[in-house]
């Protein structure tokens, strides 16, 4: 799962990256506001964290042109201002949440999965299909109450399918949703991912459509 974090504090932001890598997400980091616009006008992000003191363009600046273009990604306010008043903006403006340092990298956390489960239409905090039970807060997958041992690739591959049941995931949209920049796009990662998850959890609970994509059918 791809996000987007825009934080112009450079130790600050170097922290909540490895954090989040701990946790299984791919993050492009920006440290201005003219650079998260650009990146959320041309890449395709789960999630936006957002400063609200970024140079260039302000924080809220950004938050209201994502609404004015019509873009609903969930969006989580990380800043120093703690007034009501800017919390009161910040939400109005069409923020989701909003957390104000110092903070607890394990609330950040939580956070970002309660937003990512609301926006995916799901209020329970695990996601189950059939016999499978994954938990995105433990990072634990079990098949019939078995832990299934699989790595936090597989692991973004199966989440990214399971919350998109139905929904055909084409190659690229995975890899969208797998790798962050720089990161190196391995060759034929998708298909290596996908053959791994079938063997580990069954053949049958990926469908292949040929040409297009990958999918999970509803039980």
């Known amino acids: 799962m791809r996000l987007l974090l825009a934080e112009d504090d450079r130790l600050l932001g170097d922290g909540i ?8 997400y791919a993050t492009d980091w920006v440290t201005d506001g003219q650079a998260a616009e650009s990146a959320l006008q041309t890449e395709t992000y789960a999630l936006l964290i957002l400063d609200l003191g970024l140079p ?10 994502v609404r ?6 969930p969006v989580l306010i990380l800043t120093a201002r703690d007034t009501v008043s800017d919390r009161v903006q910040g939400l109005d403006c069409g923020a ?3 957390l104000v340092k110092p903070f607890d990298m394990d609330e950040l956390n939580a956070r970002l999965r309660a937003l990512l489960r609301r926006s995916g239409g799901r209020s329970n905090p695990v996601i189950e299909h059939g016999d499978i039970v ?3 807060a ?4 079990t098949q019939s109450g078995h832990a299934v041992d699989i790595s936090p690739r597989e692991f973004a591959v199966l989440r990214m399918l399971l919350e998109n049941r139905s929904k055909v995931m084409s190659r690229a949209r995975l890899e969208e949703g797998l790798y962050s920049w720089g990161d190196e796009v391995e060759s034929n990662a998708v298909e290596v991912y996908v053959h791994h998850l079938r063997r580990k ?19």
């Open 134 to 136: 994954m938990d995105p």
């Open 138 to 141: 433990a990072h634990v997958v």
């Open 201 to 219: 959890l069954g053949a049958p609970l990926i469908r292949t459509i040929r040409g297009v994509g990958y999918t999970i059918d509803k039980p």
């Open 56 to 65: 260039k363009l302000s924080g809220i600046d950004v938050l209201k042109g």
């Open 17 to 24: 990256v490895v954090t989040l890598s701990e946790a299984g």
């Open 68 to 73: 004015q273009r019509g873009q609903d990604i």
């Open 96 to 98: 989701d949440d909003y």
